[in-house]
């Protein structure tokens, strides 16, 4: 079982349309989705951007990037960034 898929959870009712896909074997998550900007409670743009992250579950960590187009232009700037994701400590 190379990939799992984790579609769009309430498609319809979530404007963002989040999707993501684990490949087991190597430990990276894929996916997609949507940003948007609001304008007093109304969406103004929509840009689609994607993410990718390599899980490691020796560490309890996950390292990644975000690639984001500052507009719907087929010509705009890409916005890049970090991700990283840690178990947090829980304290009883």
Known sequence: MPAIRLPSLL?????TKLTASI???TG???GSG????FSEFTPTNSRAGTISVLLIPNIEKAVGRFLLPTSR???A???SG???GEEVAHFN
């Not at 498609?11 to 404007?15: F, G, K, L």
């Not at 949507?34 to 900007?37: E, P, R």
Request: overall charge negative.
């Open 11 to 15: 498609a319809a009712a979530i404007p």
């Open 23 to 25: 490949d087991v074997n």
């Open 28 to 30: 990276i998550l894929t």
């Open 34 to 37: 949507t940003a948007l900007d």
């Open 73 to 75: 232009s087929t010509t």
């Open 77 to 79: 700037p890409i916005l």
């Open 82 to 84: 970090k991700l990283v």
